[in-house]
């Protein structure tokens, strides 16, 4: 009886206790967004048309040069719908057709594609085919606009609302409803190049026009109900033209000569062609350089730019021009609006420093300002690129504007009655690459979670945990389970957390942006816009590296990172480096180098201040060591025969391995210049072989032992070094597209090349295999995909290198003992034994980036990431790709874990990181360790951005985020205060018992 009474109370308080203290287990939804976040991008808009009809919801229709078409609400700034296009489906042009249809224009002219304005669903595609790829360009009549923008009230659709299209140099007329062709029409002269397709409000004419060869401009008279071709007239100028037109009115366009001296106006009013010739410094006193024309379509009126100059020109009768305005400021200038019948409006923003000015003209009165504001902005954004307009009508029936502009940064801000309504930062959607850095250590220790303020909200708290238990929960509950665990997380405090999950990702941008994004949120602690100088107009950012990674002896150092930067767009541009502040995003150094950087080198050293030493090679194969200090140097001159690197020539199909020779002679001599000189090459023969994909092991990957105890307690040693390249080669023939050769045609072959030597340590050859090839080294391991036409699947393989100069290693008292050679040093100059193992399985998706999980120490198994053509990322155990599976494995090698072999690899849908979430664009997937062995954190990055914590082994080395502590000391209590009162009453019953 006493031994029963002591066990029921305590049986009931365990029960209470586990039900309590892991609600989590039983739930799910409370989970989101406690370790993992995404970003929806949608990139640079390059087009944007508004839809604002009385009868809807207000939107903006937008393109972007990531392929992207989206539906954004002008409210918000949010996203509707959106569609990304192929990577080869390139957009064209956009327009709004009918009222309710977005018409879109890409791959070059050949899609013509009708979407459902309210939910984005297609609704028809055209696919326009011509005799040779031309300018694509995309007409939608402005009458029909015009009376659809108006009332939406017994509209008649017919066949005759077409849309225009030319592309593939041939004219086409498209039905706006079913997309038919109704009729195309080809064009006679052979070098004709179109520059403008115009049709005049209400008109049955269309005009095309365009230059032949580099003097004749044609011009092409077209009925546009049937494409019956009226008339064909062309004239020449005998000094050329440049290869960009401004349309000032329905007839009449404007042209600069070759040397771009010279304004031309060119009339073809009846289809007669006419030129006035206006040299540009009659107009425009002490004019210096070319000038270039600014797109846009203004009646009446053009823009020009010299040097830093933009100058507005108005046509005024028979080709006469006349200057209306300079200004000195970046200009950005929008297409012409119509606000009536008779008037047509446009805009200008300008750059000044901390603030853009705006500007609302009428197109017929400049003097005219309908919109005048100056607004202040960030300086981390650039100077604006693109402006769209739009107008509304305001109470007192007079006009309103919202500009939307396109920043230098690529962001994306709605402008409105003076203020910033909305802002998105899409140049996250080109990141070109990722680096990760510690945050600030919390000066008086790292905190733990918070307890609750008061008993009430604890008590709440812990009835709430247990509803959730108990699957008593309502959605409000739930909401209120999620809300505290995300508040007592603190995974977006600006300091480092015992395990290590708070961090900075240090993004960098296409459009030369850095970014600091917070892990526990993906908040965007600071930005920095790389800006231009004296010496560089146009930097273009290319790679990120750490710089200064400062240890706990050294905390008043902040940590900051090397931004490597090309001053233009050609490889042997001149170099910028600028050195950021990661925790503030402070440029603290910029350096304009007068050589190129071809390849960067991270050393294995630093300095005294925890500087890591870098070796920049330019094109003339020279050196450069970074920083410019004597102890770096000092550093170096001791390492400097132990330096060896390799450059990939892929047109040649050649790799070449470089060392360092001697300090720089000639013109560039310089202390911390070098020359370098050719060790070794390896050629591979044009005619069968094109180097498709090269992958190196990481320079921070860790690995815990080198020796892998087998199943029969044999002991093998990992090959493991840092200067083994992996290389795939494949035929010529095929390096197209997949199922553009047959088998016979087509090979892939790998190689393992030791690139300090040259030599060529394993070779295998896939016959019928095609690429692309997509690659990851991980300690003595490398998996590639590729495709398999023999049996028209994808195939990934893996091969495994081996030590076999250590084999004699095999006894484990020789460990114990310390009786081994595995601390001898090794020469790669002598040639290593090695042994490798290989395996090829089937795999069902096609790849676009591989990673491999990196923990601290490196004992948590591997999985490998595979960002799949459905956008999404999977984590596949890296067992299943053990190049020692069979299809009877001995009970030894279940044991040790070995897979039974099968031939294709399983997709198992609880497998993926991303859930059901999709990483739009999904172009790289980054791994960084924590500092939990058992967890490593996952970054995926394309048009949208993915964040998680993964752990492939479980979380064997911690208890759960949301144990707790408070509610484990309660028990504990409560059970020795029950154990003592059911001790007591126990004895008391047996002392009654006794006196019986």
Not at 72 to 81: V, Y
Not at 931 to 957: C, I, M, N
Request: glycine share 6%.
């Amino acid at each position: 009886m006493a031994i029963r009474s002591f066990f029921v109370p305590f049986l009931l308080l365990v029960l209470w206790f586990y039900s309590s203290l892991s609600p989590v287990l039983s739930l799910y939804e409370d989970q989101v967004g406690l370790m993992d976040w995404h970003q929806q991008y949608i990139g640079k808009v390059k087009q944007a048309v508004f839809s604002t009809q009385k009868t809807g919801r207000r939107r903006v229709i937008v393109s972007t040069e990531e392929n992207v078409i989206a539906s954004l609400d002008l409210r918000h700034g949010e996203i509707f719908w959106r569609h990304l296009l192929g990577s080869n489906d390139v957009i064209d042009g956009i327009d709004i057709g009918l009222g309710k249809y977005v018409i879109t224009l890409s791959s070059g002219g050949s899609i013509l594609r009708s979407w459902n304005l309210p939910d984005g669903q297609m609704v028809w595609e055209s696919f326009l085919q011509g005799p040779k790829h031309s300018k694509s360009l995309l007409l939608l009549p402005k009458h029909e606009i015009d009376c659809i923008n108006v009332v939406q009230t017994n509209l008649k659709i017919e066949k005759d609302n077409v849309i225009v299209v030319f592309s593939n140099d041939r004219l086409h007329a498209v039905s706006c409803i079913d997309g038919e062709v109704l009729w195309k029409k080809d064009f006679e002269t052979e070098s004709f190049e179109t520059q403008q397709v115009i049709q005049p409000p209400g008109s049955d004419l269309i005009y095309v026009v365009g230059f032949a060869a580099s003097s004749q401009f044609e011009m092409y008279q077209i009925n546009a109900r049937n494409g019956e071709l009226l008339k064909h007239e062309s004239a020449i100028f005998s000094s050329g033209f440049l290869r960009e037109l401004s349309l000032v009115s329905s007839e009449t366009v404007v042209a600069l000569d070759s040397t771009g001296s010279i304004l031309l106006t060119i009339s073809f009013q009846n289809g007669e062609i006419s030129f006035q010739q206006t040299p540009i410094s009659n107009i425009v006193e002490d004019s210096s350089g070319p000038a270039v024309i600014i797109p846009s379509s203004v009646p009446g009126i053009f823009a020009i730019k010299i040097n830093s100059v933009t100058i507005f020109i108005r046509v005024i009768g028979k080709g006469k021009l006349e200057v209306v305005e300079k200004l000195n400021q970046e200009t950005a200038v929008s297409n012409a609006l119509p606000i009536s019948e008779s008037q047509q409006a446009f805009a200008l923003v300008q750059h000044a420093g901390s603030e853009i000015h705006l500007v609302a003209k009428l197109a017929h009165d400049w003097d005219a300002n309908l919109l005048k504001e100056s607004i202040k902005m960030d300086q981390q954004r650039g100077i604006p690129h693109k402006v769209f307009i739009n107008n509304y009508i305001r109470t007192d029936r007079s006009h309103g504007f919202r500009l939307l502009i396109v920043m230098e940064d690529h962001s994306l801000l709605l402008l409105q009655q003076g203020a910033i309504v909305w802002s998105r930062e899409d140049g996250l959607a080109s990141i070109i690459d990722v680096t990760a850095s510690e945050l600030p250590v919390e000066r008086d220790g790292v905190s733990v979670a918070k307890v609750e303020h008061n008993l009430f909200e604890w008590l709440k708290g812990h009835m709430l945990k247990l509803k959730g238990t108990l699957m008593l929960a309502s959605p409000e509950d739930v909401a209120a389970i999620q809300s505290m665990r995300l508040k007592s997380s603190e995974k977006s405090k600006m300091a480092r957390d015992h395990n290590g999950f708070r961090k900075l990702l240090i993004v960098l941008t296409r459009a030369g942006k850095l970014f600091a994004l917070h892990t526990g949120d993906g908040h965007i602690v600071w930005s920095h816009l790389l800006h231009k100088s004296e010496a560089c107009q146009s930097p273009v950012g290319l790679n990120l590296y750490q710089w200064q990674v400062p240890h706990h002896h050294a905390l008043d150092e902040n940590p900051s990172v090397l931004v490597i930067s090309r001053c233009g767009p050609s490889s042997d541009a001149p170099g910028v480096l600028s050195f950021v502040d990661t925790y503030t995003g402070k440029e603290l150094n910029s350096l304009s180098l007068d050589h190129a950087v071809v390849q960067v080198i991270p050393l294995p050293h630093t300095d005294s201040t925890e500087q890591r030493l870098h070796l920049l090679i330019d094109s003339d194969k020279h050196a450069h060591l970074y920083p410019k200090t004597s102890e770096a140097l000092g550093i170096f001159k001791r390492e400097f025969s132990n330096i060896y690197w390799y450059s990939v020539e892929d047109h040649n199909s050649i790799i070449k391995g470089h060392a360092l020779k001697c300090k720089c002679t000639g013109e560039v001599a310089d202390e911390f210049c070098f020359d370098a000189r050719d060790l070794w090459s390896v050629v591979f023969p044009s005619e069968s072989e094109k180097i498709t994909a090269t992958v190196t092991r990481k320079l921070n990957e860790m690995v815990h032992t080198q020796a892998k105890v087998m199943a029969d307690q044999d002991v093998m040693y990992k090959y493991i070094s840092r200067n083994l390249l992996f290389v795939a080669t494949v035929a010529p023939k095929g390096s197209g597209e997949i199922g553009s050769v047959t088998p016979e045609e087509s090979w892939l072959v790998a190689y393992l090349i030791d690139i300090v030597t040259g030599r060529i340590l394993y070779r295998v050859t896939h016959h019928g295999a095609q690429g692309p090839v997509h690659a990851v080294f991980s300690e003595n391991w490398v998996v590639y995909h590729f495709f398999n036409l023999r049996a028209h699947r994808y195939e990934m393989s893996v091969i495994e290198i081996y030590d076999q100069s250590r084999a004699d290693n095999k006894d484990v008292w020789k460990l114990v003992l310390g009786k081994h050679n595995l601390t001898s040093r090794i020469s790669l100059f002598s040639r290593p034994e090695v042994i490798t193992k290989s395996q090829s399985y089937f795999f069902t998706h096609s790849v676009k980036a591989i990673a491999v999980t990196s923990t601290a120490k490196g004992i948590t198994s591997k999985q490998l990431l595979i960002g799949t053509i459905g956008d999404q990322v999977l984590a596949l155990d890296k067992r299943f790709l053990d190049p020692r599976r069979s299809v009877n494995p001995t009970q030894a090698e279940k044991e040790e874990g070995i897979i039974p072999l099968t031939d294709s690899l399983p997709i198992i849908p609880q497998s993926y990181v991303t859930h059901a979430l999709r990483v739009e664009g999904l172009r790289g997937i980054i791994t960084v360790p924590a500092k939990l062995e058992s967890t490593t954190l996952v970054f995926a990055h394309g048009v949208d951005l993915f964040f998680t914590q993964l752990a492939p082994s479980r979380t064997y080395d911690s208890l759960t985020e949301d144990f707790s502590y408070a509610l484990l000391l309660i028990t504990i209590v409560a059970l020795v205060a029950a154990i003592f009162v059911t001790w007591r009453l126990s004895e008391r019953k047996e002392l009654q018992d006794k006196w019986r």
